[in-house]
């Protein structure tokens, strides 16, 4: 049910403005502007009025027919159409028609709830466009546990409905607010569907800076799918998100669900079909060029001229990328009924899908259901309440980066030996064989999930209400996998069972005062909030078994068995009150107080206190601004502290380990050993805030500009200490270290076009973040992956004071030498063809410092089209799919790439030309850990192109019918050699910040086209 059609059946509530639209980026920029004020200076009556248009309906028997429609052509159902001066009139259907009786000419008075009141002259076919009122309806955003008008606003927060997403082809909410909310990093990791999130910068070394999730007003409550979506609201600075306490440090996502409206039972129906394809492929050597290089560089006869002629006849060799990927393929279906009485609304939605996706073998499937019910049981109490639930499965679906084996494969040999085994690799790489691995082992996962919530809501005097919420949710996931015996030469066969089970149940008690007298208005909340967690696994190995065709089904069958299990859960109690208070409309304060107690920490340390307030003056309402040119004028400051509790259910406890020991004998003997230490002073990690914001909106809303100043302190950072040997080892939770953020955001949002049957608008988000290490409590360096061996053979990434979070820790590549060999700068600042550690430097950024977005959306009648660009400053990414694919090192044996072999020291006349160094000289030294492969990643992306097409129910007589195309991905215009500048292939849950920005093998964000088909009945 569009807004008009709710304010139609709800008209004595007063109804809720609708949402202004906001995004918007960089190139067109001087001309939208240009355009926006020349158009708001211009023909104004183009805007408003009535035109006589010829249509079927044109002349009725003793009567006019005509339409209502509003500012971006839907129809205005409800709308009050009555002869000037006198109670004859009617009102519009739900497609905004109406018939009257009355002679042309007549003077009629057109009104509806939100809207401009117009008089206009009968005339036969007329059309009027009725125009917002400003004034007389105030925006309802969302903010943590309630709502407040946009108005009364002090904090920093970005709000979208879903008419602006709602013909798109989103995936969820991450790539909805992807590139339209300033201050929010999302970056896409491993190709579709995986996202990285950042509010205003890094907050956390040793845990996440993930922001919290708030779904209808309950932590831990179902999105469910994107079509489910009437709204997200992003909180951004310390006085939106303080309310939140230790659990909003990382900022807030706010979604708010679709509810029933009174009316009759309104059903949409809505599908899609999606095709992947790869954007940018590597160039690789083919088997002929391959074989050509290998007796080239290791030696003339090491391929024989049997395979080399049949490799360049191309009878032999494989193509690799060929092989292991496929065009990917989704269809998702989605169901929503919706309805109800003046006392009862209900939703029932249903949904679900199935892919394929791009690498072989890969599927998915899932299901959905969710139902509300809301009801007015007597004037003074109502109850809202809803369930979900959910079922999915993956084949060969774990996120495995593949892309390593799959470039650095040789083309050159036999894919099985002749009883089936898949062959390793005679000549490149020394891994197993990538086809081989999605199909003599696999992986098939299962999730199952449950949400019940319930609002008991009593209103106990004249503003004052009680809601009572409770949640329960329940989540199963399993994980099953198989190894046969023909994996690989020699390979045992392998299966494994787990299943991991986990709880929620969460209480909030919430007490809202709500009056408005006289000038006054006034909103007090006050919440006692309790939360319980649990979460269970219990798993089993196999080795050996002894028959194969029970996959997975039959551990007792092996030969070698393990088995383990594993619990642990939390809770938390929390206060907290907020009030609101607003002085006719321009001086607002906002104050909140919060204090948690989670079980991991203990004694005097449980209790985290965390206030804020924030300040807002809206300079519009005052008498001396001229409101013909400044519709809001409003200037924002606001400070807070919120906190982070982010440790492990039992971090703050000492614990054992189990290990053999040998005394003096052959046998061993079992025992244990204290392998993590308890630190009695252990605490919250605080994250203090600081924000200067403005709000401008100039010639009737056609320009508006929001500007958010910003600076994030966060001290006494959680962190996971290593102890050294000579002391025992383990290790021991620290507060050390302080990280801080400061940062500009700019959303300027515009109406280049705006008239009767066209509008455009067009909106720029720009993020500046510098993000820096304060202090790390003493410690000059600390390499978090330190341990990491292999191919590197080493520690990537380094914190270190003044530098940002995420930093690189490389050999300072400085070219060759005069036979070709690699060169690297030493501390001294000479060269060496053989570094050390020492020699090392910590350099780069993987985190861009500037993102842009750039959305433009054009409605010509029934037609619409949306163009949206993502586009972010310098950064790094450190390209080991690069590396391995280059150099005859470690597992890479040999190379695989054309321009590594064409463009080498030894194939290159002009030695000032090579990019690469000799294959031929024993002394080159390749090293992963080089500046030689970190890369600028900053790109320029045409994210969406979207044209769509609305026949409406009067052409069909059976519904709204929306159909749409769409295309994500058409282009990038980067530097960087990879295949996708942004995509990341090491997620790593403890370090997850601190060691953010390797491409080794990630699978790119794909090229997509999306066809979708929505019928509103």
């Avoid at 590594?900 to 031929?920: C, G, N, Q, T």
Wanted: glycine share 10%.
């Amino acid at each position: 049910m569009n807004l008009k059609a709710f304010i139609y059946c709800n008209a004595r509530s007063s109804g809720a403005k609708r949402k202004r639209p906001w995004n918007f980026f960089i190139l067109l920029l001087l001309a939208s502007v240009f355009s926006t004020v020349a158009a708001a200076s211009g023909n104004a009556e183009e805007e408003t009025g009535t035109s006589a248009v010829p249509s079927s309906e044109t002349f009725q028997q003793n009567g006019i027919a005509g339409y209502v429609y509003d500012e971006t052509g839907e129809p205005v159902p409800g709308a009050s159409v009555a002869v000037k001066g006198t109670q004859t009139g009617t009102v519009t259907d739900g497609q905004g028609r109406f018939v009257l009786s009355v002679a042309a000419g007549t003077e009629l008075e057109i009104s509806f709830i939100g809207y401009v009141t117009q008089t206009v002259r009968a005339a036969a076919g007329m059309r009027v466009a009725l125009q917002e009122d400003t004034k007389q309806i105030e925006e309802v955003v969302v903010i943590g546990y309630g709502t407040v008008r946009k108005s009364d606003l002090t904090g920093s927060l970005v709000s979208i409905s879903s008419e602006k997403f709602k013909n798109l082809p989103q995936g969820g909410v991450t790539q909805i607010l992807q590139g339209k909310a300033a201050g929010v990093n999302i970056t896409s990791t491993r190709g579709a569907g995986n996202t990285n999130i950042r509010i205003r910068g890094i907050t956390s070394l040793n845990k996440s800076s993930e922001p919290l999730w708030v779904v209808d007003g309950v932590i831990g409550g179902s999105v469910g799918n994107f079509y489910d979506i009437q709204s997200i609201e992003v909180l951004k600075d310390a006085s939106s998100t303080a309310i939140y306490g230790s659990q909003g440090a990382n900022g807030v996502i706010l979604v708010t669900t679709r509810r029933g409206q009174e009316g009759n039972a309104k059903v949409t129906f809505d599908a899609r079909y999606n095709w992947a394809t790869m954007r940018k492929i590597p160039d690789l050597l083919s088997p002929y060029e391959y074989a050509k290089a290998y007796n080239d560089i290791v030696g003339g006869g090491s391929i024989s001229d049997e395979d080399m002629a049949a490799y360049k006849a191309g009878t032999k060799g494989i193509d690799w990328i060929d092989l292991m990927t496929q065009t990917g393929f989704s269809q998702n279906y989605n169901l929503n009924i919706s309805g109800g009485s003046k006392l009862t609304k209900y939703t029932l939605t249903a949904w679900g899908g199935d892919s394929r996706g791009q690498l072989i073998t890969t599927t998915s499937r899932n299901y959905n259901f969710k139902a509300t019910l809301d009801t007015e049981i007597t004037p003074w109490f109502t109850v809202s309440s809803y369930v979900t639930g959910s079922t999915g499965n993956s084949h060969n679906g774990s996120g495995q980066n593949q892309f390593t084996d799959i470039i650095e494969f040789s083309p050159c040999m036999e894919l099985q030996a002749p009883d089936g085994t898949y062959n390793l690799d005679p000549y490149g790489a020394l891994g197993n064989s990538p086809y081989g691995e999605l199909h003599a082992r696999y992986w098939d996962d299962e999730s199952h999930s449950f949400t019940g919530f319930a609002d008991l809501r009593f209103r106990i005097m004249d503003g004052l209400t009680l809601s009572l919420q409770g949640l329960y949710s329940r989540n199963q996931s399993i994980n099953r996998s198989f190894s046969s015996i023909k994996r690989y030469p020699n390979s045992p066969n392998e299966a494994y069972n787990r299943s991991d089970q986990n709880y929620r149940w969460r209480n909030i008690n919430n007490l809202t005062y709500q009056k408005e007298f006289g000038d006054h208005r006034l909103t007090a909340t006050g919440i006692l909030e309790t939360t319980k967690y649990e979460w269970s696994r219990l798993e089993g190995r196999g080795r050996d078994l002894s028959l194969e065709q029970v996959s997975y089904w039959n551990l007792a069958s092996a030969s070698t068995k393990d088995a383990s299990n594993a619990y642990s859960g939390d809770q938390m109690v929390s206060t907290l009150g907020r009030l609101i208070y607003s002085y006719r409309g321009k001086y607002v304060f906002t104050g909140t107080f919060r204090a948690d107690a989670p079980s991991q920490f203990k004694n005097d340390y449980k209790w985290g206190y965390f206030p804020s307030g924030g300040l807002a003056w809206n300079i519009a309402e005052e008498s001396f601004i001229n409101k013909d040119i400044f519709q809001q004028l409003k200037f924002r400051a606001t400070m807070g502290s919120t906190g982070n509790h982010g440790v492990g259910p039992y971090a703050t406890l000492a614990a054992l380990t189990q290990d053999n020991a040998v005394y003096g004998l052959n046998e061993q003997f079992p025992g244990f050993w204290l392998n993590k230490f308890v630190n009695p002073d252990i605490h919250w990690e605080k994250t203090v805030q600081y924000d200067l914001g403005a709000d401008i909106s100039v010639l009737d809303q056609r320009l508006n500009l929001t500007v958010d100043w910003f600076r994030k302190n966060t001290t006494d950072l959680l962190f996971e200490k290593n102890l050294p040997l000579y002391n025992g080892g383990g290790k021991i939770w620290t507060n050390q270290g302080a990280v801080d953020n400061t940062g500009w955001e700019f959303t300027f949002n515009g109406y280049p076009l705006r008239r009767q049957d066209m509008i455009w608008e067009s909106t720029l988000t720009a993020t500046y973040t510098k993000n820096t290490i304060k202090d790390l409590a003493g410690e000059t360096r600390i390499i978090p992956d330190a341990t990491r061996g292999g191919l590197l053979g080493g520690g990537l990434f380094a914190m270190e004071p003044g530098m940002p979070v995420g930093s690189f820790y490389l050999f300072d590549w400085v070219g060759f030498d005069d036979n070709g060999a690699n060169l690297y700068r030493k501390a001294d600042g000479s060269t060496t063809i053989n570094p050390n550690d020492n020699d090392r430097i910590v350099t780069g950024n993987p985190t861009p410092e500037w993102i842009f977005g750039w959305n433009n959306q054009f409605n010509y009648k029934n037609w619409d089209l949306n163009l949206f660009f993502r586009a972010t400053g310098k950064y790094n990414r450190l390209n080991l799919s690069r590396y391995v694919e280059s150099c005859k090192v470690g597992a890479s044996r040999f190379i695989s790439s054309r321009e590594a072999y064409y463009l080498s020291w030894d194939r290159v006349a002009d030695k000032s030309h090579a990019e690469f160094p000799s294959l031929s000289n024993p002394d080159n030294k390749y090293y992963g850990a080089s500046t030689q492969w970190l890369e600028n990643a900053a790109f320029l992306r045409l994210q969406n192109l979207t044209l769509g097409y609305k026949i409406p129910k009067s052409s069909t007589g059976i519904a709204d019918i929306h159909l749409s195309i769409s295309a994500d991905n058409l282009f990038v215009l980067s530097k960087y050699k990879g295949m996708d500048p942004e995509t990341v292939s090491e997620i790593n849950e403890t370090y997850r910040d601190t060691t953010f920005g390797l491409d080794n093998g990630s699978f790119p964000v794909p090229r997509s086209y999306t066809f979708i088909l929505r019928f509103d009945f």
